[in-house]
RNA sequence: UGGGGUGUAGCCAAGCGGUAAGGCAGCGGGUUUUGAUCCCGUCAUGCGAAGGUUCGAAUCCUUCCACCCCAGCCA
């Protein structure tokens, strides 16, 4: 890293940097904690990048833990698909997956160290009542009538609450801390609930459940987190992490430390709602190439390298922000425009014959698989006499000018792309007057060559032979959302949802190449955008591409 | 409202008392057999506002304003 030219170190760097230097940290270790209770997301790819990025960074360590302390929430295929997800951004976490539930058994020996440190208790007020003794932010709360029992007593609830000798809301396990604090996190915390339900990791063996607040500081420091690095809501909860730390006798004392969730517009990113559009089937399923779910941009065709350069990008800091879609795109494109292989594919086909081309002769073309990086090799297109070329890329409309329809216009010249400059001589029509058939000639002497001074070809277009081709289904996505803040406010998000998100087209017809695309391998159709193929829809009989983003286009708004 | 957090360009974001980095978007131009890529140029007398300290303030002090988060037996 030259000091010139390195980026500059985000504000968990800095201090994880004086941390090293001072001697106060001697190995870094960080953790992406998720809840299996959904599928992770963009938003997700920015915390799983800074923890992990931050362990490769600075020669530590991170761990995937699971969060799971809710079981009425969670569910295995979560727990699967989050360990799919992060191991295909490339990361990798030492040893096993960890689970809070790994440490049940532990926090609930902590439990009985915070009852008979006279520091918990069994509160037996309903939801409701416990709500109202809170008190509201500028009125303190009142003691609940079970605050000062005598130690045995909570000690025998408690036990009762882990035998099952009580109903699901009966009673809590409370911190005893401080009714009167202006945070409200303080004012006698709940530690454990009764949820009588089973649990994907731990079977019927607890009938209570740690919360957040009772599990969290633990398992960081049970795992020797150094810094345990959490978004923005959790700054509240800062004071309860430590206080539990400093009353509770565990191996270490980690640092919490909270950074700014990504916020990206057009898109909403909350489990809930995500999980919604699921359920409610607005989409097909959570890994639907229009969710911005890490599954669904990977149907999409995103790469691991895009995202985590976006991740790198957009900057880790503590003030709340959106980042234009626009900004994720761009990553895409620029990752893609490097790796993927050139191919023509014509969407919307359109027969062109040439006249001058004998029957049945077939040509080849010879073009590099990637315009920029010769190594990627070559590419075969067989030039037969009957071709196909996009709808949009004619027009009989000869008063366009040569700069606003870089094209093939009746009467004028165009380059097939990788092949010969054609001349459109005439169209034909079907009794609905649509254009069915444009009969060409080309130029002799123009492939790899450019034509004669008095012939100038509007622009490049791309095409495909007609009978040498591959038959493929492309699918077209747009953004999911036409509002840039589709949850904001008061509004139902689901009223922003876009019709067009997902345009099939059949029929469209690629390069005979094609045919060997593989799955989640990125091809650029020239002209079009970026494609890959579809696993799911894709079958030995249909070849389906789903569109990962289009080519930036910085024309057709203009004219 | 009580507490917590944040305000630097259309969107992100450096800056840590010495005279506003960088990226995205935009705009102008060049190259080009992809209207792509690539290349060049341009884009804040200005840092939420007002005062103050200082030779000098986005950086320090004071007051004010705006926005976000918490007030679940969710995480």
Same mark, same amino acid.
């Given at each position: 890293m030259s000091d010139a030219n390195s980026k500059p170190l985000n504000f968990l760097e800095q201090i994880i940097k004086q941390d090293i230097d001072s001697g106060t940290t001697t190995k870094l270790i960080t953790r992406f904690p998720p809840e299996p209770n959904g599928y992770l997301h963009i938003g997700h790819a920015k915390s799983i990048c800074l923890n992990f990025g931050l362990a490769e960074k600075f020669g530590g360590e991170c761990n995937l833990r699971f969060d799971d302390t809710n079981p009425a929430k969670e569910e295995l295929e979560y727990v699967e698909s989050i360990k799919r997800d992060v191991a295909w951004l490339g990361f990798r976490w030492p040893g096993e997956v960890r689970y809070a539930s790994d440490y049940f058994d532990q926090f609930y020996e902590w439990a009985l160290h915070l009852i008979r440190e006279g520091n918990a208790y069994v509160c037996h007020l309903t939801a409701e009542q416990a709500k109202e003794y809170r008190g509201w932010a500028t009125q303190p709360g009142k003691p609940s009538p079970w605050r000062d029992r005598p130690v045995e007593e909570n000690l025998a609830d408690f036990e009762k609450m882990r035998a099952g000798e009580f109903d699901e809301g009966a009673c809590v396990l409370r911190a005893k /801390? +401080? #009714?009167?604090?202006?945070? #409200?996190? #303080?004012? +006698?915390? /709940?530690l454990y609930r009764i949820r009588k339900v089973s649990h994907h990791q731990t079977g019927d063996k607890w009938c209570i459940y740690p919360s957040y607040d009772f599990a969290h500081g633990q398992e960081d420091a049970i795992e020797g987190v150094t810094h345990s690095i959490c978004t923005l809501e959790f700054a509240d909860h800062r004071p309860l992490y430590e206080w539990l730390l400093n009353n509770l006798p565990v191996p270490m004392v980690p640092r919490q430390y909270e950074f700014a969730r990504l916020e990206l517009n057009y898109t909403v990113t909350s489990k809930r709602k995500l999980k919604q559009l699921v359920d409610e089937k607005r989409v097909d399923g959570w890994d639907d190439p229009r969710m911005p779910t890490i599954s669904g941009m990977r149907r999409r065709g995103y790469t691991p390298a895009s995202l985590r350069n976006f991740c790198d990008l957009i900057g880790v800091t503590k003030s709340g922000s959106t980042i234009d879609v626009g900004q994720l795109e761009y990553c895409v494109r620029d990752d893609l425009n490097n790796v993927a292989p050139r191919a023509m594919c014509v969407i919307n086909p359109l027969k062109v014959t040439i006249r001058n081309m004998p029957a049945g002769e077939t040509q080849t073309m010879k073009q590099p698989v990637h315009p920029n990086r010769e190594e990627m090799g070559e590419r075969e297109l067989p030039f037969t006499r009957e071709i196909l070329i996009e709808q949009d890329d004619f027009t009989e409309d000869t008063s366009l000018s040569r700069k606003k329809f870089k094209r093939l216009v009746l009467g004028d010249y165009v380059r097939l792309r990788g092949a010969y400059v054609i001349k459109a001589e005439e169209s034909i029509k079907n009794e609905a007057g649509e254009i069915v058939e444009v009969i060409a000639t080309l130029v002799e002497g123009t492939v790899g060559e450019n034509p004669p001074e008095d012939i100038k070809p509007r622009g490049v277009i791309h095409w495909v032979s007609a009978t040498e081709n591959v038959d493929c289904e492309v699918r077209l996505y747009d953004r999911l959302f036409n509002d840039p803040a589709p949850d904001a406010g008061d509004k139902n998000f689901l009223d922003a949802l876009n019709p067009e998100s997902l345009t099939v087209v059949k029929g469209c017809k690629g390069e005979i190449g094609l045919q060997f695309a593989q799955p989640e391998h990125a091809y650029q159709f020239e002209r079009e955008g970026y494609f890959c193929i579809d696993a799911q829809y894709s079958n030995g009989s249909t070849l389906v591409f789903n569109r990962t983003i289009g080519l930036k286009d910085s024309w057709s708004d203009k004219v």
């Amino acid at each position: 890293m030259s000091d010139a030219n390195s980026k500059p170190l985000n504000f968990l760097e800095q201090i994880i940097k004086q941390d090293i230097d001072s001697g106060t940290t001697t190995k870094l270790i960080t953790r992406f904690p998720p809840e299996p209770n959904g599928y992770l997301h963009i938003g997700h790819a920015k915390s799983i990048c800074l923890n992990f990025g931050l362990a490769e960074k600075f020669g530590g360590e991170c761990n995937l833990r699971f969060d799971d302390t809710n079981p009425a929430k969670e569910e295995l295929e979560y727990v699967e698909s989050i360990k799919r997800d992060v191991a295909w951004l490339g990361f990798r976490w030492p040893g096993e997956v960890r689970y809070a539930s790994d440490y049940f058994d532990q926090f609930y020996e902590w439990a009985l160290h915070l009852i008979r440190e006279g520091n918990a208790y069994v509160c037996h007020l309903t939801a409701e009542q416990a709500k109202e003794y809170r008190g509201w932010a500028t009125q303190p709360g009142k003691p609940s009538p079970w605050r000062d029992r005598p130690v045995e007593e909570n000690l025998a609830d408690f036990e009762k609450m882990r035998a099952g000798e009580f109903d699901e809301g009966a009673c809590v396990l409370r911190a005893k /801390i +401080d #009714m009167a604090s202006p945070n #409200m996190n #303080m004012r +006698d915390p /709940i530690l454990y609930r009764i949820r009588k339900v089973s649990h994907h990791q731990t079977g019927d063996k607890w009938c209570i459940y740690p919360s957040y607040d009772f599990a969290h500081g633990q398992e960081d420091a049970i795992e020797g987190v150094t810094h345990s690095i959490c978004t923005l809501e959790f700054a509240d909860h800062r004071p309860l992490y430590e206080w539990l730390l400093n009353n509770l006798p565990v191996p270490m004392v980690p640092r919490q430390y909270e950074f700014a969730r990504l916020e990206l517009n057009y898109t909403v990113t909350s489990k809930r709602k995500l999980k919604q559009l699921v359920d409610e089937k607005r989409v097909d399923g959570w890994d639907d190439p229009r969710m911005p779910t890490i599954s669904g941009m990977r149907r999409r065709g995103y790469t691991p390298a895009s995202l985590r350069n976006f991740c790198d990008l957009i900057g880790v800091t503590k003030s709340g922000s959106t980042i234009d879609v626009g900004q994720l795109e761009y990553c895409v494109r620029d990752d893609l425009n490097n790796v993927a292989p050139r191919a023509m594919c014509v969407i919307n086909p359109l027969k062109v014959t040439i006249r001058n081309m004998p029957a049945g002769e077939t040509q080849t073309m010879k073009q590099p698989v990637h315009p920029n990086r010769e190594e990627m090799g070559e590419r075969e297109l067989p030039f037969t006499r009957e071709i196909l070329i996009e709808q949009d890329d004619f027009t009989e409309d000869t008063s366009l000018s040569r700069k606003k329809f870089k094209r093939l216009v009746l009467g004028d010249y165009v380059r097939l792309r990788g092949a010969y400059v054609i001349k459109a001589e005439e169209s034909i029509k079907n009794e609905a007057g649509e254009i069915v058939e444009v009969i060409a000639t080309l130029v002799e002497g123009t492939v790899g060559e450019n034509p004669p001074e008095d012939i100038k070809p509007r622009g490049v277009i791309h095409w495909v032979s007609a009978t040498e081709n591959v038959d493929c289904e492309v699918r077209l996505y747009d953004r999911l959302f036409n509002d840039p803040a589709p949850d904001a406010g008061d509004k139902n998000f689901l009223d922003a949802l876009n019709p067009e998100s997902l345009t099939v087209v059949k029929g469209c017809k690629g390069e005979i190449g094609l045919q060997f695309a593989q799955p989640e391998h990125a091809y650029q159709f020239e002209r079009e955008g970026y494609f890959c193929i579809d696993a799911q829809y894709s079958n030995g009989s249909t070849l389906v591409f789903n569109r990962t983003i289009g080519l930036k286009d910085s024309w057709s708004d203009k004219v």
